[in-house]
């Protein structure tokens, strides 16, 4: 995963340790990185709204306590979809809660231990993001050249 531009991430995770270590294994594979690490679920509004962010990971091991119950991730991984950021959930048990990330908006499911695809995802996500971003401002251009001729 190298790269030369830094990658803002927005990380939630139950530990700060394991956000960090995320983040040390990241770095340590040539992506250099600005992380924010969410104290509580509540803050990302205001946090989605101070700064542009790459990409959201999210550690999904917060599922709730039944299957009635929605897992605390959830409206996190919603709120990341509708601000624009792409998503990754990160989880001991990908099959049984894939369907439902999917649904709140992820773009992957990961089994926490499976770095490399962490990694490829990641920079995917990354990839796919700024390429939007590009298509979106060249519209924008194209757009208002055509207004100025008409």
């Known amino acids: 995963m190298h790269t030369e531009k830094t990658q803002r991430l927005l990380l939630s995770f139950e530990s700060p340790n394991d956000a960090q270590e ?4 990241l770095r340590n594979h040539g992506c250099p990185t600005r992380a924010h690490h969410l104290q509580a679920g509540s803050e990302l509004p205001a946090v989605l709204q101070e700064e542009t962010w790459d990409l959201f990971i999210c550690d999904g091991s917060c599922s709730g306590d039944s299957n009635d119950t929605e897992p605390q991730w959830t409206p996190l991984i919603r709120g990341a979809s509708e601000a624009g950021v792409p ?6 048990d990908c099959d049984r809660i894939k369907l439902q990330a999917f649904a709140a908006g992820a773009s992957d499911v990961i089994a926490k231990d499976d ?17 939007r971003l590009e298509q979106a ?14």
Do not use: C, K, M
């Open 22 to 25: 995320l983040i040390s294994q």
């Open 137 to 150: 401002t060249e519209l924008a251009a194209h757009t208002e050249l055509q207004a100025r001729y008409e």
């Open 115 to 131: 770095l490399a695809h962490v990694l490829h995802a990641a920079q995917r996500e990354i990839d796919n993001r700024r390429h």
């Open 87 to 92: 998503s990754l959930l990160l989880s001991d």
